[in-house]
């Protein structure tokens, strides 16, 4: 998925339409077009019309949001691929990084253009990663870009490390009340630290005294923690169907989640397209289906209204889906608690999917009791 | 201030010597250079035991000028192609063995190298100072495609340096591959050596022969940062003050 190649993004100002940057896409939009995409919304907004997004006949999407009445982001792709959530998703991680690095002040009362253009350059870095999501190998098995859950590995035996993580945030003075510095510790390749804190210690103090003093008793511990999650974020006392190819499980009250690939080699399914394939089906499984997952966001309580829903003509919320394609078969279930997401392989029979998922389901919560 | 000449107080091309090899492999991964992270530190078998020395080296000048490839460089990870502005500050360590030329003693250094990108430093009053503080050595770097970065470096120096400090300089030329653009000649170099008596080094293009393209730097790093905590301890009270950590070796097991 070279998204980057074929996703284009637009940040103008809102009152005035002045572009800010673009990213993505090596072939650059002409600034005429630029010009109308603005063109086209701010007439909407003067006839009290929000444009949210429009699709063309190749499955095109342009997607507009305008951030705290400051800040537009334009999503432009020509792939048919990128769903219209995938591209929903971009423009509200690219707008959180850049408050994560330049603070909501600075974008939602942004009074110097040309400053403002300036600092925005210190999110390019991670415009791009998010942008290029999905070309690297170590970014599969992430499904936080797209479900807005954090990305969890559940441990044997996490207690050591959990008593660690709030001895070490607890010294570095952490508090989330007080977010002045995001600071992230390369403990080893592959597993980093990360602390929000104040003014105060400073990055020199933590990284020399205290990262060592929490951390370096646990070297091997969080060793084996990462030949672990290698293979799989469960722990090792779930042991799932020798068919259940991947699967992704999501907390909705902490809206923290899981994922798993079967170890059993699958020689026509690839891991990163089986990664590739849970993208898709979660996609169209909450876009569908479990549309509550789409909770109107405060940001922009209007998108919502425009979406094609299953539940019109509908009384009930549905609580199962499946679909099932010439690569896999596939099969959610949501509960009150959680949702799962299934790819099986194709011998496993169709009439036999639910109670598959239903099993799995169980079997995982009841075994980490995530 | 003069500086400490090549291999007068570390044997140069150590690199080169098979004497050198078993401690360079701990440096190597799969013929490429190990990334450490911050619990991790070249392990020597018994026999070969090797104390590591901790420095805090800052990076400093204008953006686009090449810290944080530079950093990448010498660290081995991979540099940037393109230029984004460093988000806030970044550090990395670089493990880097040397042999002392009187008592035949081998260490480890490590360098610990801080980079910050500008507009960060312009947004926050802290960064400046939290690179400074506790810094043994600063490398003041410019591109040898912008005459303008030269220009700057005596005034840059000064900016966010006391004669006072107890500080290793150095210079380092960047982009020094891109010679068809040079706009800094040799003449400027050796000028600009004499007056100002720091000594200027050359980096650019793909480090694809190992060792060689980084060792001359990292080792008048090494020789320099000993070289001042020598004279440092020969000229004041012999205990190790309570803060700085980087006095006589600090062993990490
Ligand atoms: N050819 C060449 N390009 C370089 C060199 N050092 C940096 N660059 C390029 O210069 C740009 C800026 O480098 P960077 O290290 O990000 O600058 P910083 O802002 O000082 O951190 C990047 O596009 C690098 O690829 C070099 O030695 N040779
Ligand atoms: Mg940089």
């Known amino acids: 998925m070279l998204q980057s190649q074929s996703v284009q ?17 090596t072939k650059q939009l002409p600034f005429s ?8 919304h701010m007439f909407g907004t003067g006839h009290d019309a929000a444009l949210s997004c429009c699709e063309t006949e190749q499955g095109g999407h342009v997607l507009w949001r305008v951030f705290h009445d400051s800040l537009m982001l334009i999503g432009v792709s020509s792939n048919a691929n990128v769903s219209e959530l995938h591209l929903r998703r971009l423009l509200e991680n690219v707008w959180n990084c850049m408050v994560l690095v330049l603070g909501l002040d600075e974008l939602a009362n942004a009074r110097n253009v040309e400053r403002l253009k300036r600092e925005l350059r210190s999110c390019y870095g991670l415009i791009d990663m998010l942008l290029e999501r999905g070309v690297d190998d170590r970014d599969q ?33 952490s508090s989330p009340n007080v977010a002045l510095r995001l600071l992230c510790f390369q403990l080893l390749p592959g597993v980093i630290a990360c602390v929000l804190c104040g003014p105060r210690p400073s990055l020199y103090q933590v990284e020399n005294e205290q990262v060592c003093r929490f951390w370096s008793p646990l070297a091997e511990n969080l060793r084996s923690c990462l030949d672990h999650a290698e293979r799989s974020s469960l722990s090792p006392s779930v042991s799932l169907r020798r068919d259940v190819l991947a699967l992704l499980l ?9 994922t798993s690939l079967s170890t059993k080699a699958t020689p ?47 009384t009930h919320l549905p609580v199962h889906c ?5 690569e896999c078969k596939c099969y959610a279930v949501q509960t009150p608690q959680h949702q799962l997401f299934l790819l099986t392989d194709l011998s496993v029979p169709t009439f036999t999917l639910r109670s598959v998922a239903t099993h799995t389901l169980d079997a995982v919560t009841t075994a980490t009791g995530f | 201030m003069a500086w400490v000449a090549a291999g007068s107080v570390m044997v140069s091309d150590w690199h080169r010597s098979p004497e050198s090899r078993e401690y360079f492999s701990k440096i190597l991964h799969k013929k490429k250079r190990r990334k450490f992270g911050l619990l991790e530190a070249p392990v020597m078998p018994p026999h070969l035991k090797a104390d590591i020395v901790r420095y805090k080296v800052f990076l400093s000048g204008k953006s686009g000028v090449g810290k944080t ?24 360590a670089v493990f880097w063995p040397v042999k002392l030329r009187e008592s035949g003693r081998i260490l480890f250094f490590h360098f610990h190298l801080w980079d910050c990108g500008e507009n960060a430093t312009r947004r926050f009053d802290h960064m400046l100072p939290s690179c400074k503080e506790h810094a043994d050595a600063i490398l003041f770097l410019f591109s040898f495609t912008d005459r303008g970065s030269f220009e700057d470096l005596s005034s840059q120096m000064s900016r966010i340096t006391e004669p006072s400090d107890r500080l290793v300089r150095l210079v380092v030329g960047t982009k020094f591959d891109l010679f068809m653009h040079t706009d800094v000649t040799e003449r400027d170099i050796t000028r600009f050596q004499e007056v100002l008596g720091v000594p200027v080094f050359r980096v650019g293009g793909d480090v694809s022969g190992g060792f060689g393209e980084i060792a001359p730097l990292l080792n008048a790093l ?23 950590g980087h006095i006589g070796p600090e062993i990490i097991v």
């Open chain 1, 250 to 258: 999501i907390n909705r009250e902490s809206r923290r989640s899981v």
């Open chain 1, 9 to 25: 993004l637009l940040c103008l100002t809102a009152s005035s339409g002045v572009p800010l940057f673009s990213r993505g896409s």
């Open chain 1, 322 to 326: 499946y679909l099932v394609t010439d």
């Open chain 2, 222 to 244: 090494a020789e320099n940062l000993w070289h001042q905590d020598c004279m440092h301890t020969s000229t004041s009270v012999p205990t190790v003050p309570s803060n700085s």
């Open chain 1, 141 to 173: 098995g992430l499904m936080g870009d797209l479900t807005h859950c954090a990305d969890c590995i559940l441990l044997p035996q996490p207690d050591l490390i959990q008593d660690t993580l709030e001895s070490f945030t607890r010294a570095a003075e």
């Open chain 2, 69 to 92: 490839t530079l950093a990448a460089r010498l660290a081995g990870l991979d540099m940037p192609n393109i230029h984004y502005e460093t988000t806030g500050m970044e550090t990395c």
């Open chain 1, 268 to 314: 026509h399914l690839s891991p990163a397209r089986r990664w590739e394939l849970l993208r898709l089906f979660y996609t169209f499984a909450v876009t569908r289906y479990f549309t509550s997952e789409e909770s109107p966001s405060s940001e922009c309580p209007t998108a919502e209204l425009l979406h094609e829903e299953f539940s019109s003509g509908f």
């Open chain 1, 33 to 40: 077009i630029i010009g109308s995409l603005n063109g086209v």
